[in-house]
């Protein structure tokens, strides 16, 4: 009886050994497909691809669909869609690297050039071939705002809609073109403000719900497009400079020649022969206003660090200070720090 006690102990001991081992090796051996006896194929990285909503996040997405099954068909990679319904929501997964390749806007471009480690590799063109947009200020067509000077002579009297403040369209270009440069800041100029997208806001002026909206081409063209009885009730009474279109912009630390294959596809999309290429430009259509992709780089952004500063430098010029030195130092280090800046943008 002992001896058969030590034996199952034995027995026993053996099988933990094999089991326990067993996992180990599996472990620890190479991968072999069971088809071909061939090392098995990694699965391809997917490639991030973040928008800048026109319109909603889900209208962005469909809009851009076409064109990134052909990215998937020319990588070998999925495309994995990052498309947000704010830019602080964009630009905060560019910041986490949750994003390889983006459309942006100027000032979100800017940030994530010299922040977020991206790289601008081409500017949108427009299908009227311009490579820019505007920013409007919208009423309604039956408002008593008829222009600029009807907006400004009745302050803390209307209700305005407006972007982001990363938005170029909705804040950027408006406040330095419109409101600091007549010394006012519409946060306070006005009775009340609502910020969301172009979309929302130019509802908002055919409702009621705001007496002036900021608002940009593509944004009023997609609106007309979609609401064009709402449309109709719609009358544009500012219209900025015309503002550098978006860029599309690459992270930097991914592989080179998945960098390179990006680019060159995005660059040369929709200038393909025959039928090929009147699918892509067909597929290039469904996101409004774009014709294509030009070759660009970093001094593309220059003019939206120009406006920031126009807008910065209106703000310190017209504020309320202790004193004309003082006033006279803010405006001495703004000049410093866009120096810095432009600096810091073209050295990339």
Same mark, same amino acid.
Request: charged fraction near 25%; glycine fraction near 8%.
């Given at each position: 009886?002992?001896?058969?006690?030590?034996?199952?102990?034995?027995?026993?001991?053996?099988?933990?050994f094999?089991?326990?081992?067993?996992?180990?090796?599996?472990?620890?051996?190479?991968?072999?497909?069971?088809?071909?006896? !061939?090392?098995?194929?990694?699965?391809?990285?997917?490639?991030?691809?973040?928008i800048?909503?026109?319109?909603?996040?889900?209208?962005?997405?469909?809009?851009?669909?076409p064109?990134?099954?052909?990215?998937?068909?020319?990588?070998?990679?999925?495309?994995?869609?990052?498309?947000?319904?704010?830019?602080a929501?964009?630009?905060? =997964?560019?910041?986490?690297?949750?994003?390889?390749? =983006?459309?942006?806007s100027?000032?979100?471009?800017?940030?994530?050039?010299?922040?977020?480690?991206?790289?601008?590799?081409?500017?949108?063109?427009?299908?009227?071939?311009?490579?820019?947009?505007?920013a409007?200020?919208?009423?309604? !067509?039956?408002?008593?705002?008829?222009?600029?000077?009807?907006?400004?002579?009745?302050?803390?009297?209307?209700?305005?809609?407006?972007g982001?403040?990363?938005?170029?369209?909705?804040?950027? !270009?408006?406040?330095?073109?419109?409101?600091?440069?007549r010394?006012?800041?519409?946060?306070?100029?006005?009775? *009340?403000?609502r910020?969301?997208?172009?979309?929302?806001?130019?509802?908002?002026?055919? #409702?009621?719900?705001?007496?002036v909206?900021?608002?940009?081409?593509?944004?009023? &063209?997609?609106f007309?497009? #979609?609401?064009?009885?709402?449309?109709?009730?719609?009358?544009?009474?500012?219209?900025?400079?015309?503002?550098?279109?978006?860029?599309?912009?690459?992270?930097?630390?991914m592989?080179?020649?998945?960098?390179?294959?990006?680019?060159?596809?995005?660059?040369?999309?929709? *200038?393909?022969?025959?039928a =090929?290429?009147?699918?892509?430009r067909?597929?290039?259509?469904?996101?409004?206003?774009? =014709?294509?992709? &030009?070759?660009?780089?970093?001094?593309?952004?220059?003019?939206?660090?120009?406006?920031?500063?126009?807008?910065?430098?209106?703000?310190?010029?017209?504020?309320?200070?202790?004193?004309?030195?003082?006033?006279d130092?803010r405006?001495?280090?703004?000049?410093? &720090?866009?120096?810095? !800046?432009?600096?810091?943008?073209?050295? *990339?």
């Amino acid at each position: 009886m002992e001896k058969a006690g030590r034996m199952r102990f034995g027995e026993r001991l053996q099988r933990l050994f094999i089991v326990g081992l067993l996992p180990c090796l599996l472990a620890c051996a190479d991968p072999i497909r069971a088809d071909d006896g !061939a090392g098995a194929k990694e699965t391809p990285a997917p490639i991030h691809f973040g928008i800048l909503p026109i319109g909603s996040a889900a209208e962005s997405r469909e809009q851009w669909r076409p064109l990134l099954e052909d990215l998937e068909k020319n990588t070998g990679h999925p495309v994995d869609i990052v498309s947000v319904s704010s830019y602080a929501g964009l630009s905060g =997964a560019i910041a986490d690297r949750r994003v390889d390749i =983006a459309f942006l806007s100027g000032r979100l471009a800017t940030e994530a050039v010299q922040r977020q480690h991206m790289r601008v590799v081409a500017q949108f063109v427009r299908s009227d071939g311009a490579k820019g947009n505007v920013a409007m200020l919208i009423v309604r !067509a039956d408002s008593p705002i008829h222009d600029l000077k009807d907006l400004v002579a009745k302050p803390g009297h209307w209700r305005y809609g407006r972007g982001e403040p990363l938005s170029v369209t909705g804040y950027v !270009a408006p406040e330095a073109q419109v409101f600091a440069s007549r010394g006012l800041n519409s946060d306070t100029f006005f009775a *009340h403000v609502r910020v969301s997208n172009h979309q929302n806001n130019a509802l908002a002026v055919v #409702n009621g719900e705001v007496d002036v909206a900021t608002c940009n081409n593509p944004d009023l &063209d997609l609106f007309r497009q #979609n609401f064009p009885n709402e449309a109709s009730q719609v009358r544009v009474i500012w219209r900025s400079s015309l503002i550098p279109s978006g860029v599309l912009v690459v992270r930097d630390g991914m592989p080179e020649a998945l960098r390179e294959q990006l680019i060159a596809f995005m660059r040369d999309y929709g *200038h393909a022969p025959g039928a =090929a290429g009147e699918r892509e430009r067909t597929n290039l259509a469904r996101i409004p206003d774009l =014709a294509g992709f &030009d070759a660009a780089d970093e001094s593309v952004l220059k003019p939206f660090i120009d406006m920031e500063f126009q807008l910065i430098r209106e703000q310190a010029r017209n504020g309320r200070w202790i004193s004309e030195q003082a006033r006279d130092a803010r405006l001495k280090q703004i000049d410093v &720090d866009y120096q810095s !800046a432009v600096h810091q943008l073209l050295r *990339h």
